[in-house]
């Protein structure tokens, strides 16, 4: 199954949580301002201009499975010092030559195979490259899945939500040395008027696609009702890493 195309603008309109979360995965780089990094996962861009003023003589490669974040993120960051590209980290990237870090926030809970996904991100980096990411792990979103069972539903292969020993064994088994992996805990008050639209653009994005305007709103309000507060449980899983 290729990515799923995102409302990117509705995106970047409630992406104020992935955008502060960003800002602690960035900094854990360390860049002298002049390398090439990959920013895997790079949604409409606002993570992506933390990392350009990171690197004043370098360059980004700004990927993302869906196009309509990546025409946003091109939008807000023109083409001085960033090139863009819709690909599925399920599959071998085409980057060339290797880059000298990878970044990554909230997006590698999306992908269903995190073994193929850490050797296709380190078939494109070089040896010692940096790996720093982080998205939801183990016991992410526990009330919206719990409101899901209750209408019937499930978040069932649509969501990879890992551990942090689980990872380190998938790292080290896909080239990677140097490896710290945590979680913490991050509950995400949301104004009311914007629960339901987060729902159904961002923690329920792929369980309402295909669904009519409509009907996605109806889900949404079904979930927003089973939850006890105008909040998203998040519990993030954090990253880091070096290619062998």
């Known amino acids: 199954m290729s990515p799923r ?5 509705t995106y970047d309109r409630l992406a104020a949580p992935m955008t502060a979360w960003g800002r602690a995965v960035v900094d854990r780089l360390e860049l ?8 895997a996962g790079c949604g409409t861009g606002r993570v992506t201009a933390m990392l350009r003023e990171r ?3 370098g360059a980004i490669v700004a990927l993302d499975g869906s196009a309509s974040m990546i025409e946003v993120a091109r939008d807000r960051l023109g083409d001085d010092g960033v090139t863009y590209l819709v690909a599925d980290l399920l599959r071998p990237l085409p980057i060339d030559p290797p ?4 970044l990554s926030t909230a ?20 040896p ?30 649509s969501k990879h939500f890992a551990g942090p020993g689980e990872t380190r ?14 979680m913490q805990d991050e509950p995400t008050p949301l104004d009311p008027d ?10 329920l994005g792929d369980h309402v696609d295909g669904m009519s305007h409509d009907e996605r709103r109806a889900f949404a309000h079904e979930v927003a009702i089973r939850l006890p507060a105008s909040a998203i449980d998040y519990v993030r899983l954090n990253i880091t890493a070096r290619r062998r």
């Open 5 to 9: 195309d995102w409302d990117a603008a």
């Open 194 to 203: 914007d629960l339901e639209p987060y729902l159904a653009t961002v923690a």
């Open 169 to 182: 064994e998938r790292l080290e088994r896909t080239g990677f040395a140097d490896i710290d992996t945590w």
């Open 55 to 57: 690197l004043p003589e």
């Open 107 to 126: 997006t590698f809970h999306w992908i269903p195979d995190h073994d193929a996904l850490f050797a296709n991100l380190a078939a494109v980096m070089r």
């Open 99 to 102: 880059v000298d870090a990878v």
């Open 32 to 39: 002298r301002g002049d390398e090439r990094v990959l920013d």
């Open 128 to 157: 010692g490259a940096q790996l720093a990411a982080q998205c939801g792990g183990r016991g992410n979103i526990a009330s919206v899945s719990a409101a899901l069972r209750d209408m019937g539903e499930s978040f069932e292969g």
